[in-house]
């Protein structure tokens, strides 16, 4: 999700040094590659309520799952990882390990955090 600082750049006057061109073609890959929604906000839109999902796990190379799609490993997942608001299935898995799977549910406010303890048992088989 790009950050307010990425739109609000836009306006301000190319830094010393820099060709206008140059930072016109700039502009209009990053607006290119960030689509038409990029700076919601800044046309009086509010950017939608979000959490940050948080995984708790001594086991920092296990798999995240949300909602039936692969999103990561833990390590790269826990606190950067953010839900619209909504009911969301989240699982945990490792190999040799039972997976664990949680619903949790982000309020329609948003904000703050979403916590998963996910204790990842040996499979015995």
Request: proline share 11%; net charge neutral.
């Amino acid at each position: 999700m790009p950050s307010a600082s990425a739109c609000s750049n836009a306006s301000r006057p190319a830094p010393p040094g820099l060709a206008a061109p140059f930072v016109l073609t700039l502009g209009l890959a990053l607006g290119l590659a960030l689509g038409p929604t990029a700076c919601a906000h800044s046309s009086g839109k509010r950017p939608p309520p979000v959490s940050m999902l948080e995984i708790n796990t001594e086991t920092t190379d296990a798999d995240v799952w949300v909602d039936g799609e692969y999103i990561g490993q833990v390590e790269a997942v826990s606190g950067r990882l953010k839900l619209a608001p909504g009911t969301h299935r989240v699982e945990v898995r490792k190999p040799g390990h039972f997976p664990v799977q949680r619903t949790v549910t982000v309020d329609r406010k948003g904000g703050g955090s979403v916590a998963v303890d996910a204790q990842m048992l040996p499979d015995p088989r």
